[in-house]
C-alpha cells in the first residue's frame, strides 16, 4: 500500500511557498526551542540545590547520549526517498527503531546499577533515571508521523 503523497502536488510555486513557510517555521521553533531550554536550565540552577542539579544534570546527559543512536538514520533516508512511501517501509523503520530503543532501554536499566553505585545516586534520583528513559522512548514514537509530515512539508504540525 502506498501512502498519500498527493498533497505534495501542485505548481512549483505552492511548492516554494511551502517550502518558504516550513523553513521560517522551523527557524522560529529553533530559536523557541532554545530560549526555553535555557530559561528552564537558569531556573532550575536558581531552584534546585547544586548537588541535585547535577544529577538532573548528569541522567539528561546519558539519556541524550542514547538518543544519538535510537535513529540511525532511519527517518532521514525516508523524508529523502524520491518514490512514494510504502505501508511497508513505515513499518520497518517504525520496527527498526523501536528495537534499537528497546535495546537501549535495556541498556540503560542494566547501566542503571552501576551509574547509581559510581555517582552514588539515591532512589529518587534513579526514579528520575527510568523517568527519563521512559520520556526517551515515548519520544521515539513520534519518528513515523514526522516523516509523513515532513515529506507533506507541514512543518507547522511538527513537534
Not at 523557541?32 to 530559561?39: C, D, G, N, T
Request: hydrophobic fraction near 50%; glycine fraction near 6%; charged fraction near 15%.
Amino acid at each position: 500500500m502506498v501512502v498519500d503523497d498527493t498533497e505534495l502536488g501542485g505548481d512549483s510555486q505552492e511548492i516554494a511557498k511551502r517550502s518558504v513557510k516550513g523553513v521560517l517555521f522551523l527557524t522560529s521553533r529553533s530559536f523557541l526551542i532554545q530560549f526555553i531550554s535555557f530559561a528552564s536550565t537558569f531556573l532550575l540552577t536558581v531552584f534546585l540545590e547544586p548537588s541535585i542539579f547535577g544529577i538532573f544534570f548528569l541522567v539528561s546527559a546519558f539519556i541524550n547520549f542514547f538518543n544519538y543512536f535510537s535513529d540511525i538514520g532511519l527517518a532521514a533516508a525516508l523524508i529523502q526517498k524520491k518514490e512514494p512511501l510504502e505501508e511497508n517501509d513505515l513499518k520497518t523503520t517504525f520496527l527498526i527503531q523501536e528495537t534499537l530503543v528497546g535495546l537501549l532501554l535495556v541498556i540503560l536499566f542494566f547501566l542503571s546499577f552501576g551509574v547509581k553505585k559510581w555517582y552514588g545516586l539515591d532512589q529518587p534520583a534513579l526514579f528520575l533515571y527510568y523517568s527519563l528513559g521512559f520520556s526517551f522512548f515515548l519520544s521515539s514514537l513520534k519518528t513515523i508521523p514526522s516523516v509523513i509530515l515532513e515529506r507533506k512539508l507541514k512543518f507547522n504540525l511538527l513537534i
